[in-house]
């Protein structure tokens, strides 16, 4: 069985940082791209970044690129999201999420149940 | 703003056809697979619909999807109570290497 666990979610003051961790397991974490979904309170679902299985390329939506840095550490089955600069527009629920491609994302097929990032 | 469209809602009554539609262009859908997800209500996505048509195993079949053009649309055959979410069209953008999540559809049973 698929299992996606975020944690690192807290309350933090504009500008400041914080890393969000997830621990994967029940699947070959390195076959996997895996992404970063965030949804702010009572809105849609907003992408994040993406990593792919070997953690060579990285992607990421316009509003965050330069600030957040998305990387895994495949021996141990961990992806993490250093968010740094942090503005009240990234108050969200962030989610963990794996898809069903090494290098070629699209299919996310499964969702970790999320951790809540609030900047205030 | 996200460059695929949906209506905010969608209703019907059980038992119904309910048809959510996705709207964008010919350099995001018209190029790329559609994703389809659904989002109970307090709860994570979860993956409805892959590559246009596909449904992953364990969901029932009264979910299909479909694409033409520049447009997607997801269909509800036999509405049920359990149904009742916020559905999300998607797409990576291969030209862009980004996803793209559709504004969302609340469906309601009435």
């Known amino acids: 069985e698929v299992k996606l666990v975020e944690s690192g979610g807290g309350v933090v003051q504009p500008g400041g940082s914080l890393r969000l961790s997830c621990a994967a397991s029940?699947?070959?974490?390195?076959?996997?791209?895996m992404h970063w979904v965030r949804q702010a309170p009572g809105k849609g679902l907003e992408w994040v970044a993406t990593?792919?299985?070997?953690?060579?390329?990285?992607y990421y939506v316009d509003s965050v690129t330069g600030r957040f840095t998305v990387s895994r550490d495949n021996s141990k089955n961990f992806l993490s999201l250093q968010m740094s600069s942090l503005r009240t527009e990234d108050t969200a629920i962030y989610y963990c999420?794996?898809?069903?491609?090494?290098?070629?994302?699209?299919?996310?097929?499964?969702w970790g149940q999320g951790t809540l990032v609030t900047v205030s | 703003q996200s460059v695929l469209t949906q209506p905010p809602s969608a209703s019907g009554t059980p038992g119904q056809r309910v048809t959510i539609s996705c709207s964008g262009g010919?350099?995001?859908?018209?190029?790329?697979?559609v994703y389809w997800y659904q989002q109970l209500p307090r709860t994570a996505p979860k993956l409805l619909i892959y590559?246009?048509?596909q449904r992953p195993s364990g969901v029932p079949g009264r979910f299909s999807g479909s694409k033409s053009d520049t447009s997607a649309s997801l269909a509800i055959d036999g509405l049920q109570s359990e149904d009742e979410a916020d559905y999300y069209c998607?797409?990576?953008?291969?030209?862009?290497?980004?996803?793209?999540f559709g504004t969302g559809t609340k469906v309601t049973v009435l």
């Open positions: 999420a794996r898809d069903t491609y090494k290098w070629n994302p699209g299919t996310i097929a499964d």
């Open positions: 029940g699947f070959t974490f390195d076959a996997s791209a």
């Open positions: 990593i792919t299985g070997d953690g060579v390329s990285s």
């Open positions: 010919t350099s995001n859908i018209g190029s790329d697979y």
């Open positions: 590559s246009n048509t």
């Open positions: 998607a797409i990576w953008d291969d030209s862009l290497s980004k996803y793209v």
